[in-house]
């Protein structure tokens, strides 16, 4: 959880892949208990819109943008 909370600053976007059953939606419900200052939004890709409508990264980024306004390219988002 420490090196997820160290890239906030920087980074606009942070996925975390893994196998199942490995704990990613645990530690995803724990770091939206502590961080409260900025929007967060989890989506589980185990779910069958996931699946179908993201097929690759640039799909799932094209939502964010597109769907909740999200601007990537803009400094300081």
């Not at 690759?56 to 597109?66: L, R």
């Amino acid at each position: 959880m420490d090196k997820i909370l160290s890239f906030l600053d920087n980074e606009k976007l942070i996925l975390l892949i893994g196998p199942r059953q490995v704990g990613k939606t645990t530690l995803m419900m724990m770091l939206q208990e502590e961080i409260t200052n900025l929007p967060t939004f989890y989506y589980s890709f185990e779910d069958k819109f996931s699946k179908s409508e993201f097929t690759n990264k640039q799909d799932f980024i094209n939502y964010f943008e597109i769907a909740l306004n999200v601007d990537f390219y803009k400094p300081g988002i």
